[in-house]
Structures are given as structure tokens and as C-alpha cells.
């Protein structure tokens, strides 16, 4: 089963604008990841944040994590139309240490120019 | 710094029939993953490898598929007999080590009919 919920399942907006995407989870975890596929890169890991982190920034990105409500948000700013992709939240579960990643189903965002 | 290489890019078998995909990761990667990414969702593990060892494998349909690492370094992962479910994109992915961020391959997109 997968332990990661997307949400918004698909996301349109216009080149500039910001793009939120929202990521709820079941388990306690040690760390949260988000990644981007599309068709010409394939799947591409973005950002880490690890369950004491609340907060991280990568240039445009911005995620945030409460383990309190068991989600995570991923801010993209100034959005471009090569940012259109699907993105995926991952979680790593507390009681695993193998590095083992459960993904979520993710959230299909489109730019236009 | 070379990617993880995967082939063959596609594939497409009648069900009953076998097939397999061969993975090579990033020079120096301890840690080896392949998942089963079916349209619409996320990927989901099938087996993971440290080195030659298997991590886990809980959630590999042990019945039809296998998998190996030999010597640590490029892994198959083999489907015999298919069926129709087992259309696909079957993703390898390594690390440097457990728990470090994943590196995917393009992927093999099996079609089974």
C-alpha cells in the first residue's frame, strides 16, 4: 500500500505563478523526499527533509514538514513551463533504516507559457 | 558522472513468456533498487540490494519474479511467466549508500499482451 497521499491530484497554472502541492502520510517517519518525473529526465530526486527539519529551501523549491499532521507541502515560485511534470512525495517509514522509499501517487502539474 | 543505465528501453512480450532487464548504477553505489511503476501511480519497491544482499524483497512476487546482484555491481530483475498486470515501467534506482538519495535510470516500459 502506498503511504503517501498527493493532493491536488492535477494542478494547471500559468508560467509565474506559484505552484503548492500537498503530501499527507500515515507513519511516523525519518525523513521526507520529493521528486519530479517526466517524460525526457525520467524521476529526479529534488529535496530531503528529514523529520527534525521543519523547514527547506533548494532555489525555487520550498518544502515544509509537520510531523504533527503527518504532511508535507511543496512550494515551487515563479513557475516555468519546463516545470511541468509529475512530482511525488517519499517517505522513509521510522522503523526502517534500509533507506526504503514508499511513494505517493503524485500530483500532475502543467505550466502554460 | 555516468546515470544509472537500464536496457532494454521497451519491451513487449505475449503472456506466458519471460523477460528480463538489466540495470547498471552509478559507479560506486552501494545500494541498488528496482521498483514497478504502473500508469497513473507511484513507483512501488520490488527489492533492494546492498552490495551482492538482498535488503528486501517483500513486496516481489516471489512466484514469477527473481532478481540478482552478482558481485555487487549490475542487477537483473526477471519476470517468468508474465501476465498482463506486470505492464509496466520497471525503474532502477541506486545510492551511494542506504538512506542517501536515490538516483533513477530511465526505466523499461514492458507491455504485456
Known amino acids: 500500500s502506498q503511504q503517501g497521499e498527493e493532493d491536488p491530484q492535477a494542478l494547471s497554472i500559468q508560467e509565474g505563478e506559484n505552484a503548492t502541492m500537498n503530501c499527507s502520510y500515515k507513519t511516523s517517519i525519518n525523513n521526507l523526499q520529493w521528486y519530479r518525473q517526466n517524460s525526457g529526465r525520467g524521476l529526479v530526486h529534488l529535496i530531503l527533509?528529514?523529520?527534525?527539519?521543519r523547514e527547506k529551501h533548494s532555489g525555487r523549491l520550498r518544502v515544509t514538514l509537520d510531523t504533527s499532521k503527518k504532511s508535507s507541502s511543496l512550494l515551487i515560485t515563479a513557475s516555468r513551463a519546463a516545470d511541468t511534470a509529475s512530482y511525488f512525495c517519499a517517505t522513509e517509514a521510522f522503523y526502517n533504516q534500509g533507506g526504503k522509499l514508499i511513494f505517493g501517487q503524485g500530483t500532475e502539474l502543467s505550466v502554460k507559457p | 558522472e555516468a546515470g544509472v543505465a537500464q536496457s532494454p528501453r521497451y519491451k513487449i512480450i505475449e503472456k506466458r513468456q519471460s523477460v528480463a532487464f538489466w540495470c547498471n548504477p552509478i559507479s560506486g553505489h552501494a545500494t541498488l533498487y528496482w521498483y514497478q511503476q504502473i500508469l497513473g501511480q507511484g513507483p512501488k519497491l520490488l527489492i533492494q540490494?546492498?552490495?551482492?544482499?538482498?535488503?528486501?524483497d517483500s513486496q516481489l512476487p516471489k512466484d514469477r519474479f527473481s532478481a540478482e546482484r552478482l558481485k555487487g555491481v549490475d542487477s537483473t530483475l526477471k519476470i517468468q511467466p508474465a501476465k498482463l498486470e506486470d505492464s509496466a515501467v520497471y525503474l532502477c534506482a541506486s545510492s551511494l549508500d542506504m538512506a542517501d538519495p536515490q538516483y533513477f535510470g530511465p526505466g523499461t516500459r514492458l507491455l504485456v499482451l
Open positions: 527533509i528529514r523529520s527534525n527539519e
Open positions: 540490494f546492498q552490495n551482492n544482499g538482498v535488503v528486501d
